[in-house]
Every structure is written in C-alpha cells, then in structure tokens.
C-alpha cells in the first residue's frame, strides 16, 4: 500500500506540490493525471524517492521512503517517462544487470525468463536494445520494472511510443499486474486510464483536485442532463415538439443518420429527466424512437472541466 501524507514541495517560493494526502490500497490500479505544470511529475518523483518533499511523508508498504529509501525502494518497481536503459546491452544482459543492480533473490534463470515472456520481449532478448523498435524499447523498460517482483509498481506513459496492438497488450498485462500488484499509472492517453484504472486522482495547482472512479466523476461533473436521441420523422416538427419541453435548454439536429432519420442532442435543465417526455411525444406523433442514451461524459471531459477551473465538489478527500 503507498500512503501520502501532507505531501508538500517548494522550488524558492513556488509551491510545486501543496499538502496532498491519499492512499492506494493493495492490488489497486490508480491513475495519476494532471496539466503539465500541475504538480504531478514532481509528486510522482517524490513517490518514487528520486526528490526529497519539503514536508509531510510518503510510506510505502509502511515504510518511510526519505527515512529509509533503500527498504523502500525494495518495493518499488519504476517505469519512468523515458526507460532507463543501456543502449550498448543486449537485452538479456541489461536485465541480468538490473538483476544484480536490485541484488535480487528470486531464481535468476526462471524469474528473467518470466519476465521476458510476461513483456512479450523474449524473441528479442539476445539483441542490442539501440537496435529495437522505440516500442520493444519500452517494453524491455517495463521489464526492468517487474524484476524482483516488487509490490508497487509505479509507471509513468507505459505506453508511449507502442502500436495500437502492443498497447492493447501493454494495458491487459498492466490490469493482470493489479491483481497482485499495487499501480500508479501516469499517462496523457486519458481513454486508457479510462479502461485500466479503478480509480482516477487529478492534481491541479499543486492539489488533489480530484479522487474518485470514473464513473463518480463523470455523475458528479456532469450538472447537466443531456441525452441523444435517433429518431424517424419530419425534423422541423420533432424540433418544435423537443422545445416546446418544459426545462429543455437547447436541442439540435445533429446528422441524418438514414434517409429520414435524424439524431437529435437535447440538453435540459438540471435534474430534468425528459427521457418519458420524449417517449410520450413520440408516440403521440407516431414517430418512432430507433436509440436513446444518455451523454455522458468521458474522462477527457471531466479532465477539461476540472483542470479549467471550474469549482466541483468531488468528495472522497478529494482537495486539501
């Protein structure tokens, strides 16, 4: 488990990270974001003991990583930004090294070759890594990552630089991870925190300006109900019908999906559910209603909306 306390960080006089506290629990996925500026690349340096905090702590299974950062360490897998990798090295031998480096105990032979297979570089391992892909490069990264089986794992843009296929594979061995693993996953692909994490922090300013899942995000940003509808009928009567709605504040016409059939987005007053409405006026009018779901939002859009300074009560410690 990582345990932030207080968590704070000057630079001179600006305060790059301002007494942030939370918790990610034991085979939690969490993902990490921010604007660039926000205090995130920092927090995530002084998770991983890279920079000391100017006050509060940041325990790691227990343990006080600036107090003893050596035992800390020990449970901390890493994958920064960029891998932290020997170009000149095969990769075999680059994971032997790092085998050494982390004076792991495990069986050499077995846990390398676990590892290999897990990150998919084991048809690569006799060859130099200045001679792969940027996308086998990342993996081996990764792999250094997972040697010594540590229990947090800390990985920031696992997936820069890799295929759509190799990210698929990257994010299902990341949620395979989180089933023994504690994950902090820092990315700027917001639809992959979307499909791995449990749940999302964002940090603005230097704060937790948010912490929860997704899903609670996305009921508690959203203020406004908006639904889309497909519907088949004469558009400019449907329109009228819509806006003749009590507590309806916009409705449009989007597209023509088919010869007759329009889909329309209407935005209606908050806490207004016109979903039976619209079901009503339908069949008085014998128009028939082909799909009807609710917008909501996605984690871009809670994204944009928090980091833009909007003011939302979020809940769960969210900001100190």
Sequence with gaps: ??????????????KAVNDISFTVEDGE????????????????NMLTGYISSTSGQVLINGIDIL???IAAKRHIGYLPEIPPLYLDMTVKSYLNFVF?????KLPRRSHLRDVLKLCKIDDVE?????????????????????IGNPPVLILDEPTVGLDPKQMVEIRTLIKKLG??????????????IQMVCDRVIIINHGVVAANDTATSLSQKVSTDHRIIVRMEGERVAILQAIRALDGIKYVRADMEREPGIWEYEIEAEPGRDIRRDINRI???????????KTMEMTLEDIFLKITMGEHIELGKGAAK
């Design 126 to 146: 006799n060859r130099l890594i200045k001679n792969l892909s940027k996308g086998y490069k990342q993996r081996v990264g990764l792999a250094q990552a997972l």
């Design 67 to 69: 107090e003893d950062p």
């Design 179 to 192: 089933k023994n693993h504690t994950v902090i996953l820092s990315s700027h692909i917001l639809s992959e």
């Design 29 to 44: 996925i969490l993902g990490f974001l921010g604007p660039n500026g926000a205090g995130k690349s920092t927090t995530m």
């Design 1 to 14: 488990m990582i345990e932030v306390r207080n968590l704070t960080k000057h630079y001179g006089d600006k």
């Design 282 to 292: 339908a069949r008085e009018n014998e128009w028939n209603i082909l799909m009807l």
């Design 100 to 104: 050494d480096l982390k004076k792991c």
